[in-house]
């Protein structure tokens, strides 16, 4: 038996993400005020995507505690459903665009931290809000994939929803105003693009890696 049931685990996550998420907007930085504000960086939009899918995984624990014993099949088909959107933002948004934007930083930061995050952002942004942004992301959400059982879209489905995101990402990107788009913008535009390439090339290493975690020491809760 856990230490922490999961569905507790995945509540303390979600109000994590709403903290960060409004510590991130709290703060006064010349980027947000242009044209985007803070739809232009990967990063938030990550951490959104992240508070979406445990937003839903809370939903989900709630609306199978409700069912649960209740015979009704109605709601267990409603249940299956929210499951299955689950697992589709598990597989499709939260694991690659996660594990992508915690990677990509740390190795760009590693290499050059100019390039990414440059030291200037140290007066705006505290460093547990900075690892909040970068860091717990993977811990998150291998939790989530080591505690419960998930089931990953068809391999085709999956890469064509991934790359309509990052392509979205990238056009959306073109539409902002040549002389307010800033060069670590740019920077960005280029990584959505490898996120694609990233993805089509280790969406089945992805796959294998959650078939592993789903299926060793015993089974998981859904």
């Known amino acids: 038996m856990a230490l922490v049931p999961c569905q507790v685990l995945r509540v303390a996550i979600l109000l994590s993400y709403c903290s960060i998420l409004c510590n991130y907007k709290a703060i006064e930085m010349p980027s947000h005020q242009t044209y985007g504000g803070s739809w232009k960086f990967l990063t938030f939009i990550d951490l959104v995507i992240q508070a979406v899918f445990f937003g839903i ?27 299955s959107l689950r697992d589709w933002m598990l597989a499709v948004l939260a694991f690659p665009v996660g594990v992508f934007v915690v990677a990509v930083f740390w190795i760009i930061y590693a290499y050059d931290r100019e390039m990414i995050y440059p030291k200037l952002l140290d007066n705006f ?22 505690t419960s059982h998930h089931a990953y879209p068809s391999r085709n489905s999956g890469l064509a929803a991934i790359c309509t995101f990052s392509v979205g990402y990238i056009l959306c990107g073109c539409n902002f105003p040549l002389q307010e788009l800033p060069e670590e913008r740019k920077k960005e535009q280029r990584m959505g693009f490898e996120l694609v390439i990233y993805l089509e090339k280790s969406g089945k290493d992805c796959e294998n890696m959650e078939g592993f975690l789903a299926h060793t020491d015993g089974p998981r809760e859904g």
């Open 57 to 83: 995984c809370v939903l989900t624990d709630l609306s199978s505690l409700l069912t649960r014993g209740s015979g009704n099949q109605e709601q267990e088909r409603q249940l299956k459903k929210l499951i």
């Open 125 to 146: 942004i505290p460093g547990w809000l900075n690892h909040g942004m970068h860091t717990t992301v993977l811990p998150f959400i291998l939790i989530e994939m080591r």
